[in-house]
């Protein structure tokens, strides 16, 4: 029951403290007493302590006799960050952070929505420069897009610089048909297609030099925009196809087009 009780009284102390708007790190260690030779119980004690991953003054802390918490100031990650496409299929993304104390990187996140989920888009960790800027040039026209930037601290853990931003992309998003690659292939290739509204009457069938239908790919579509499929070279039994020329076809609401894939084995 007591460590039930410890328990307890951790989990509403951290409910304060995050409710204060506090960002914590929360670190642990715990102590076991050796057991009394007359086999009689005994009890562990542990240890806890929070401290602000920016740093900070001591603000305050609160004890038992088997825990300990103790509280920080907390210095936020302030920031702007502002994005704008600055040429067609371009968004360029700047900030600037007050202070960069604390902070290994960044991480540029995009959504299809304002809601997430957030996708990273940067492979490796931007360095941390202030002031900062990015380009992302995957974007399709017609398209609203949201992006977060997000200081890395060295633990690993990452918090969001000024506010989530908005950007429409100009243009017309259309349904059409893009090269795939790497083409030609041997293991696999990757077909990007965009769709102009989500719609369960899209086909996407890899075809031989005869005309027959070799396969039907996966083109469960939740959304418009670009989406990605792969085709590694199988037919719909699961068999690898033979060496030569195939043709790619996508079919949606009314718009056909087509491509051509070499395969090498």
């Not at 715990?30 to 001591?58: L, N, Y």
């Not at 968004?91 to 957030?118: C, H, K, M, Q």
Request: proline share 5%; aromatic share 10%.
């Amino acid at each position: 029951m007591k460590a039930k009780c410890v328990a307890l009284a951790l989990a509403a102390l951290l409910v304060f403290a995050l409710s204060a708007g506090a960002a914590f790190e929360l670190r642990t260690w715990a102590t076991t007493a050796a057991a009394p030779a007359d086999g009689s119980s005994h009890t562990t004690s542990a240890s806890f302590e929070m401290v602000s991953r920016m740093g900070g003054p001591f603000v305050g802390s609160a004890e038992s006799a088997s825990f300990s918490l103790w509280g920080c100031s907390v210095t936020p990650v302030e920031g702007a960050f502002v994005a704008m496409e600055t040429e067609p299929l371009t968004v360029t993304l700047r900030w600037t952070v007050e202070s960069l104390g604390g902070i290994s990187g960044f991480n540029v996140y995009r959504a299809w929505a304002e809601d997430g989920p957030f996708e990273r888009l940067n492979e490796e960790e931007l360095p941390p420069f202030s002031p900062g800027v990015y380009e992302d040039t995957t974007v399709w026209p017609g398209s609203p897009f949201w992006y977060e930037l997000r200081g890395v601290f060295g633990d690993g853990s990452e918090e969001v610089v000024g506010e989530t931003v908005m950007v429409r992309t100009g243009g017309t998003l259309a349904t059409r048909l893009y090269n795939a690659s790497p083409n030609p292939f041997s293991d696999g290739t990757v077909i990007q297609l965009d769709v102009a509204s989500a719609s369960r009457g899209i086909s996407l069938r890899i075809y031989d030099i005869a005309g027959r239908v070799v396969t039907a790919l996966n083109t469960e579509v939740v959304r418009p925009g670009r989406h990605s499929v792969t085709w590694d070279g199988r037919n719909d039994r699961g068999q690898r196809v033979a060496s030569g020329v195939y043709f790619i076809a996508l079919e949606a609401a009314g718009v056909r087009e087509t491509g051509r894939l070499v395969y090498l084995r």
